[in-house]
């Protein structure tokens, strides 16, 4: 008789090893559904790949969210709106998104920028630098005419800050007076940089400066001497655009080799 119970008590184990090894591949039983672990894993490498740590509290945020998405969804289900043409459509567009980012992702990987690569853009740019950064105002217009007009409202004595409010093409320097703040010639665009550097601190270009975004009339207004950053300051600053660069390229390149009718 005290022999009859040891099936019973077996298969409880059993079905108690079985549920923690349940659990342990699951996140979660949402109203009788498995959440599968792999969906807190993806979140997880997400929020890795962006540069934050995953620690314990973090852990159960995404957990959460993990949970809250599986309601929703069920929900949605549910409503039947997985029928939608607006979510097909939606799905498409996410479909295509994440495709995309794959490629993308694929090619950084196949391409990374060497440390050689991102110290020879280093040296280019100390030695572009010269250790000064500028003050400037800015004026951006269409036309050349448009351009030589303010140049000749200015020698007669219109106010630089009044005419960029009103009239500049640049919605973020033009609403205050055409104001660049404090920056290195290198954050410009080549044509508008080397007008720059030849100003004297209140002199106002006597021509139009022509660059891909219109016609400039540039002032500057002061410089200073600024420290050169050292390379591994800035390295994964030069790394990340250099990077970014590569990708426009690439895009590029595939654009040019479709053949679109």
Do not use: C
């Not at 298969?11 to 090894?21: D, G, K, N, R």
């Not at 591949?25 to 962006?50: C, D, F, H, W, Y």
């Not at 992702?105 to 500028?134: L, M, R």
């Not at 655009?241 to 595939?254: D, F, H, R, V």
């Amino acid at each position: 008789m005290r022999f009859s119970f040891l099936p019973t008590v077996i298969t409880a184990a059993v079905l108690s090893f079985s549920s923690m090894a349940l659990q342990a591949q699951n996140v979660a039983i949402v109203n009788g559904k498995a959440v599968p672990k792999t969906r807190l894993n993806m979140l997880a490498a997400q929020v890795e790949r962006s540069g934050r740590a995953v620690t314990p509290d973090m852990e159960q945020q995404l957990r959460e969210e993990v949970i809250m998405r599986e309601i929703f969804m069920q929900e949605a289900e549910k409503q039947g709106l997985e029928a939608s043409d607006d979510y097909k459509a939606q799905l498409e567009i996410a479909k295509q998104s994440i495709l995309i980012r794959e490629l993308f992702a694929q090619y950084q990987k196949a391409n990374p920028v060497s440390d050689a690569d991102i110290k020879a853009e280093y040296d280019k740019f100390v030695a572009s630098s010269g250790g000064k950064e500028y003050r400037a105002r800015h004026i951006l217009v269409e036309k050349e005419d448009q351009a030589k007009a303010i140049i000749a409202s200015l020698k007669k004595g219109a106010k630089f800050e009044d005419i960029a409010k009103k009239q500049s093409k640049d919605p973020g320097s033009g609403a205050n007076g055409g104001d660049l703040d404090w920056a290195n010639p290198s954050s410009f665009v080549k044509e508008f940089s080397q007008a720059m550097v030849e100003l004297k601190k209140g002199q106002v270009t006597d021509k139009p400066v022509k660059t891909q975004f219109g016609f400039h009339i540039i002032r500057l207004d002061d410089t200073r001497e600024t420290p050169v950053p050292k390379f591994d300051e800035v390295k994964a600053q030069i790394s990340q655009q250099m990077q970014q660069g590569k990708l426009a390229e690439y895009q590029q390149s595939l654009r040019e080799k479709a053949k679109i009718e």
